[in-house]
């Protein structure tokens, strides 16, 4: 009997022909992690030999391959009916005396070291599974909080029969295994309680753009299947890898999920029974884990992937299970296995969706992948309607489960009601390589089956469902092919949600990051209204306030949160790169529109040269509010350690306007020079041309806004479409302020750059500016790679 089982201690990854996958992994990080400090449950398996024995004892494996002969796994009635009869020949063939005896003897080992009332978890665990190019993921069963022998031995033989479920058929069918040389393993380990705390899911990368800085967070109250099944919207975070290594131990970002139920054990029912209860208020309002939680399962993670790659002599991003005892508190690891499908994706081909047209959004949630896709929608409200299901269609369901994964194979997107971005749905979207948008609560409701509709994840973190047919473009290059030019092209970027995707793509680096996206779209407050909440005047923006902000000690806080943390998410994407965040250049008209801004923001006939820019921010009026600017990206470069943001100041007019704000910004913990930091100054003013040997005493570089520049140099309104033919970027007169500030800031050897789509579609601009000897070029995303071979050639022509 010996054989027949292996305790973690003895197991190691090289076994997973032995205990599969699952078990032998669990093995490995028992035996090499533990004193690292990553906490794993002890425990024991049932070998694969264990189950190979029963059946040939039993005389089973022919019955077995007869069963699957002729099978098609397109036909989902035969699939059950012979996955029935399958299950019922594995259950029945390994009720032996061999492995009930097994079984007896160490499960009494583990109620020693755990307590003869501790529960366990009953997990299977195939040999075929957790591979690099192939997860196996809820393709079998496990049974949870189980105790007494008699159901141990019981939940041990489901264990075993479930290697023949219907969607584990279809799984190995679809990857090319053999149904008859995979086989199972059982593991019966320590049940870590989290029905009475949160669990979750960690992965060592980003797992939409499969960006590998970073670790991905996801966690709820409750037993984590409630996140697999899509059941709940779960609090995400990340933590950024380079600086977390570096020493600096912040958060990145915090996502808060509605968590609105949580699965738990039902009393009285039986040990095994889950029940499906609402959270409170309290639990809604607060996230599953503390900052120190995240920060510890993110060097557990980084611990695993960093263990992981030097066993495989390559980088091996992992996706790792998670849970929190109730009981004791603690953090355990209770499986990790190589991450197989963002990390997969080859890198030599950039495809780019761009949504070209536009269109009534029907349903709104988060965004999985990044592609756009057209369809007739199916909704799908029960398993009853599988069959209806046509190739090409949209699926529009409350959730998904494994069960339907040969129907998302036809889709060309998936929409469910319910779920984040770990959630069945999600998985199984990205590993088929079709846009979903989860979490779109009552899209099942708002869409009806025959309706055309485009599903559009091109748009940063929200996921839309536009009503029809809308165009989108896709941009397909091969990086490997792309010439770089000498001069440096950089991204134009304010939606952090786009950032991972964005740093994947060739680049060196922002060149213009544009804080008042993110206080517009993350925010949505005056700063003001938030720096000095007593002077808000109107009742209905105090409860706007008071409900954006609750869980804050201070609304101050909120808007410090939101906004550091969306400048860190571009800072960390592109790190170590340098990444040039511009202060807020909102005007008083467009400050006005944000929640109690109105009160706060004078009334001016011409905002577009009124209070904007570096004269609000010394000035009684905004000084407030330009604290807690000051004080977000001073976090972000102290506390999370992204020291290559520099700052850029917008709309200065003079030097005497500059020096007040670099003396603010030195009061507020942002001190020019002061560990490597830089501040740049936009040029954008005729003055700032006129004046840049003076400027340049001031400031380390220059970003030409020809925006702003060719209005204020040709005395064009650039917002009047009636004078529009006047607005002229080419110009000579323009022309001649651009060689002015490039051989200005080259004679003062300073950084210049230009930001604006000019160089990309005008390729005499871009000629004109490399001949000059311009230092960078910032240009929208999909620009980038335009943009490097208009400049490649120009710079050809300059040799």
Known sequence: MAEYVRWFRDLGVADVPLVGGKTSSLGELYNTLSGEGVRVPNGFALTAEAYRDSLTKAGAWDKLRDLFAKLDVTDTKA??????????????????????????????????????????????????????????????????????????????????????????????????????????????????????????????LDTESGFRDVVFITGAYGLGETIVQGEVDPDEFYVHKPTYRAGHRAVLSHTLGSKRIKMTYAKGKGAATTVL???????????????????????????????????????????????????????????????????????????????????????????????????????????????????????????????????????????????????????VARELGVPAVVGAENATTKIRTGQKVTVSCAEGEAGHVYEGAVAFDIARSSADKIKRPKTAIMANLGNPDLAFRTAMLPNDGVGLARMEFIINEYIGIHPMALAQPKKVASAADRRKIEKLTRGYKKPADFFVEKLSEGVGTIAAAFYPKPVIIRLSDFKSNEYASLIAGAGFEPKEDNPMIGFRGASRYAHPAYAAGFALECKALARVRNEMGLDNLRIMVPFCRREEEARKVIATMAEHGLKRGEKGLEIFVMCEIPNNVIRIDAFSELFDGFSIGSNDLTQLTLGVDRDSEIVAFDFVENDPGMLEMLRLAITGAKRNHRHIGICGEAPANDPEIAAYLARLGIDSISVNPASLIKTMKIVAEAEKKVR
């Not at 957790?130 to 141990?152: K, M, R």
């Not at 949630?365 to 799908?380: D, P, S, Y």
């Open 79 to 204: 699939l059950s009916r012979a996955a029935k009869s399958a299950r019922a020949i594995v259950y029945a063939a390994t009720d032996t005396r061999e492995i009930r005896q097994a079984i007896e003897a160490s499960y009494a080992k583990l109620q020693k070291e755990y307590g003869k009332n501790a529960a366990v978890a009953v997990r299977s665990s195939a040999t075929a599974e957790d591979l690099p190019n192939a997860s196996f993921a809820g393709q079998h069963e496990s049974y949870l909080n189980i105790s007494g022998l008699e159901n141990v031995i019981e939940a041990c033989r489901r264990c075993f029969a479930s290697i023949f479920t219907d969607r584990a058929i279809v799984y190995r069918k679809n990857n090319g295994f053999d149904q008859l040389k995979v086989y199972l393993s059982v593991a019966v380990m320590k049940m870590v309680r989290s029905d009475l705390a949160s669990s979750g899911v960690v992965f060592t």
């Open 277 to 427: 209860k609402p959270t409170t208020a309290a639990e809604r309002a607060g996230y599953c884990l503390n900052d120190r939680e995240v920060l510890e399962l993110a060097g557990h993670a980084i611990a695993i992937e960093d263990h992981y790659s030097k066993a495989a002599g390559m980088p091996r991003p992992m996706d790792i299970e998670w849970a929190k005892d109730g009981a004791d508190g603690k953090l355990y690891i209770i499986q990790a296995r190589p991450e197989t499908v963002a990390s997969q994706r080859g890198a030599g081909v950039l495809e780019t969706y761009t949504l070209k047209g536009k269109g009534h959004a029907v349903a709104t949630g988060r965004a999985v992948g990044e592609k756009i896709a057209t369809g007739k929608a199916r909704v799908i409200t029960s398993t009853r309607d599988l069959s209806k299901f046509k190739d090409g269609e949209v699926l529009i369901a409350r959730t998904t489960s494994p069960d339907w994964q040969p129907i998302m194979k036809k889709a060309a997107a998936i929409v469910t009601d319910r779920g984040g971005r770990t959630c069945h749905a999600a998985i």
